[in-house]
């Protein structure tokens, strides 16, 4: 009798694993899950994810390296320890993913003639994007990136100089893109644009003024004076009205990410000394609006130290001014930059200064001199 039982329990232990592994993949397919996505949706995607990613970036990381803020806790990036990242400091993930990304909308743009209108400004991004990567990283993976699907899996590194120059870089890319946009004579309209809701005009102004920026970034090491004169007659973003950035909200979804963060995480971030003596001394009134008075006092602003040891330190927050309200309760007023009017300015002064690039020299100077980059993000 015991015999039979095992037999009939083996017999139904077999039946159920052959059950369970019929129709398998069949079976654990989604039918609900979307298997394309249209390119407006991408587009959206992509700049979106990157800027808001980008922008946390800023604030707790590229903040404590330049030394505006600083963290009394959490905070091995502030004392310079960069390969153990802790709140932040962590891009290169969310880079290649948006450039993998940004590959599937610039193949639909190209394959597809409804959707051409998408290839100019997938263009920018692919060049805005990698420019970020190489300037962070210096030799990574670009030839050779994102394209697992076709068997490379371990991509070679491309050096820096390649990444910029080579017919398929940076300023190529953007060259490209001012091409595509000015001979598109298509009558869709560009959608999913979260930066200029789809004027190709302002986005050809944007292409001209990064090559602009992938220009004067290796000037140093390169001869750019013919590449340069080539944008003399381009259109550049030269005014605030052809600012490129993307507005936050107040609330979810689309708010500035420490705007909601945790009290304690958002309270880790504070002035530090080196921009409280900067600040202090130039009587800069921007002081005011990216940190708060002491709770201790509501007349004094007072900057840290960066990288204090919290394990042996005693700090008390009240001492010292936490960011101010625009990072928090007025993050509506918070812009995800692009690139802006002050920017090119300065790029075109300090071409100027260099003699390489005369043409504008008055307009950067004037602009350089009466305007100011704001900090942080």
Known sequence: MFTYKRLIVLLLAFSTIWSCTKDFEQTNINPTTAVDVQPDFLMRKVWYNYLDNMAFEGFVAGNLLGQYFTAIDFNLFDRHSLSEPQYGGKPWNFIYENLRDNEILLAKAKNNPAFAVYEGPALVFKAYTTMALTDLYGDVPYSQALKGQAGITSPAYDTQQDIYQKGNGIIALLQQAVVVM??????????????????????????????????????????????????????????????????????????????????????????SATIDS???TLNDPRKTKYFRPTAADANVYKGLLNGPDASKLSISTSNYSLTGRIFREEAAQLKAVVMNSAETAFLLAEAASKAIFLARQKIGIKWASSNHLPIGI
Do not use: C, H
């Not at 003024?209 to 290796?218: F, G, N, T, V």
């Open 182 to 271: 000015e001979t598109y004579n298509g009558a869709i309209k560009l959608q999913g644009d979260i930066i200029y809701n789809g004027n190709l005009q302002k986005w050809i102004k944007l292409a001209n003024s990064l090559q602009l920026k992938a220009l004067m970034r290796i000037s140093n090491v390169v001869d750019v004076k013919q590449a340069l004169n080539s944008l003399s007659n381009q259109p550049l973003i030269t005014s605030a009205d052809d600012n490129a950035f993307y507005n936050f909200t107040l609330g979810p979804p689309n708010n500035f990410r420490m705007s909601t963060a945790k009290v304690g995480d958002y309270n880790l971030f504070m002035m």
């Open 278 to 280: 900067i600040l202090t």
